[in-house]
């Protein structure tokens, strides 16, 4: 089935500056050359510790090259011009990011690759698209790696699992209680994270940790629980549940304690809104176009098959779910939302009042008794892109069990169009709201914290939102902002930073490390790393 709406259109620039005469001018030596100073602080021994941010993860994979290109990695090579020792990182085999388990990519059996390639841009018929790189990786999971590693990041690592003992146990993988790339390097099979990372006696640490907390229900379209209660086990959350902010904190408070037990000295990061991301800010609510030759035509039968639902809507006092798609306009899409009133059975009783058949009309309640089409206030999540006017395969199964003739129920099933799309490719205004008060109350502990372990601080949460609104200016001219795939600042998973992006946080960490401890680290220039892999 053919799309119903154009695919956004995907611009890019690539300047290569090129001078005329690369004949190298004589300099001169500075002669009052400045001296890097550690300040108060000891940087000899220095461990980074939290998820994917900190491993380096960009394009929707860990791979080699992302790793080099990890804020860690570029503070070390800061430290090390006052006295920093190396700096080791449990790299993957290879620039794939893919790997196996037993061999195996799909160990778990679900029809998908467990730790998948990352994404590249592959040029289709309708425009560029991020699309997993082919082959298969390299990196076997079971293969132990030697260590101790001084980035110390897991990916995918929530607060709590960060402190929990055999997450990189092989066995606990069968049983979901363990991490794979801390299956990698973990020294034990009853190692922690924070365990291996402490035993390591760092001088200085690094801690950013708890995105995921919150970050996983948001890109599951608050699919999840938004966990209230504090007795509520952690052990029993769901991946895509949000963390009560009494567990983060006895989380957090716990690693701290350990890093700093041997008087180490550390930075500590919060966590920035995840909505301000491009995963969220993608894809526009109405995206639905009449001058696409697929969709345009259809409008006036869709409005007419709509009409005697949206007389219903009315009666039932409800007018603002009507679905209405603009014939001059983009439309927006149709959602399932389910903190609605569910108006099913009004809708399938007023129907047959009006004469509907009693199987139409409870057909057409069920679709439609949580559904209104979404506004300016909905975030689509950046893949509800591949399922937008799409035929949605278990929605045409279900309705053909109904008793619907495949033809009526393909009619009835295309997403976004004639089935609402499902909570996964929405976050809605209600579970927004989930989102900013966790993030308000996880964000009021980190920064306590910091002043109870007196640590430096980064607001990476303001940086980020600066980073959306004006973007940050670089010393060529250019402007790195939050553009998905042209703005340099993020990769095109939509989540995480590009190897530019992690360059401008490597030098708010770097500002906050001088200001807390009179270092005067010069930084690093995110001109020297790219803010798109080509290839």
């Not at 679900?110 to 790189?133: C, E, H, V, W, Y």
């Not at 608050?222 to 029993?236: E, H, I, K, R, Y």
């Not at 205004?429 to 430096?456: G, H, K, M, R, W």
Request: proline letters at 8%; one cysteine or more; hydrophobic letters at 45%.
């Amino acid at each position: 089935m053919k799309k119903f709406y154009a695919l956004l259109p995907f611009l890019g620039l690539f300047l290569i500056a090129c001078s005329d005469d690369d004949t190298p001018l004589p300099t001169t030596p500075d002669p009052d050359p400045i001296v890097i100073t550690p300040g108060s602080a000891d940087f000899t021994k220095y461990v980074a510790v939290g998820n994917s941010l900190t491993a380096g993860f960009s394009d929707n994979a860990l791979f080699s090259s992302g790793q080099a290109a990890s804020f860690p990695n570029m503070l070390a090579s800061n430290f090390a011009l006052a006295g920093g020792g190396d700096f080791s990182i449990p790299f993957m085999a290879d620039d794939l990011g893919g790997a196996t388990i037993n061999g195996q990519t799909d160990a778990n059996m679900d029809g998908s690759p467990d730790i998948g390639n990352r994404l590249i841009l592959q040029f289709t018929a309708d425009g560029p698209a991020p699309t997993p790189k082919e082959g298969v990786g390299t990196t076997e999971i079971t293969t132990k790696l030697t260590g101790p590693f001084n980035n110390m990041g897991v990916p995918g690592a929530k607060s709590y699992e960060l402190l929990a003992p055999g997450y990189g146990s092989l066995a606990g993988l069968a049983v979901g209680a363990a991490n794979p790339y801390f299956v990698r390097f973990s020294s034990a099979e009853d190692a922690s994270v924070i365990g291996d990372a402490a035993a390591q006696a760092p001088s200085f640490f690094s801690l950013w940790a708890g995105s995921n907390d919150i970050l996983l229900y948001a890109t599951s379209g608050g699919s999840g629980t938004n966990q209230l209660d504090p007795m509520v086990s952690p052990a029993t959350y769901a991946r895509n549940d949000i963390t009560n902010p009494l567990v983060l904190a006895g989380a957090l408070d716990g690693m701290l304690q350990a890093l700093t037990a041997g008087g180490a000295k550390g930075v500590i990061a919060n966590i920035p809104s995840v909505t301000d991301i491009p995963f969220f800010t993608t894809v526009p609510f109405a995206p639905l176009s009449p001058e696409n030759p697929a969709f345009g035509p259809q409008i006036p039968v869709l409005n007419a098959q709509f009409a005697g639902l949206n007389l219903v809507f009315q009666a039932l006092m409800v007018p603002e779910r009507q679905f209405i798609f603009s014939e001059s306009a983009a439309s927006a899409v149709i959602i399932k939302d389910e903190d609605l009133p569910d108006l099913s059975a009004q809708i399938t009783g007023a129907l047959m009042m009006n004469g509907v058949d009693a199987a139409t009309a409870g057909v057409t309640g069920l679709l439609y008794g949580q559904a209104r089409q979404a506004n300016e206030d909905d975030l689509l999540v950046l893949t509800s892109q591949t399922a937008i006017a799409q035929l949605n395969e278990e929605a045409f199964a279900m309705l053909q069990g109904l008793g619907l003739p495949p033809e009526t129920a393909g009619q009835l099933a295309v997403n976004g169009v004639t089935f609402p799309l499902e909570d996964q490719w929405v976050l809605t205004p209600e579970e927004q709201t989930a989102v900013a008060d966790a993030l308000t109350a996880y964000n009021q502990t980190i920064s306590a914290l910091a002043t109870q372990y007196d640590l430096a601080f980064v607001d990476a949460n303001a940086l980020l939102a600066e980073l959306k609104a004006t973007g940050f200016p670089l010393p060529d001219g250019s402007v790195v902002t939050s553009t998905f795939g042209t703005g340099g600042g993020f990769s095109l998973d939509g989540v995480h930073p590009a190897p530019r992006g992690y360059a401008i946080l490597a030098n708010a960490f770097l500002e906050a490390i001088n200001e807390k401890y009179g270092s005067n680290f010069p930084g690093v220039n995110p001109l020297d790393f790219t803010g798109l892999y080509i290839d």
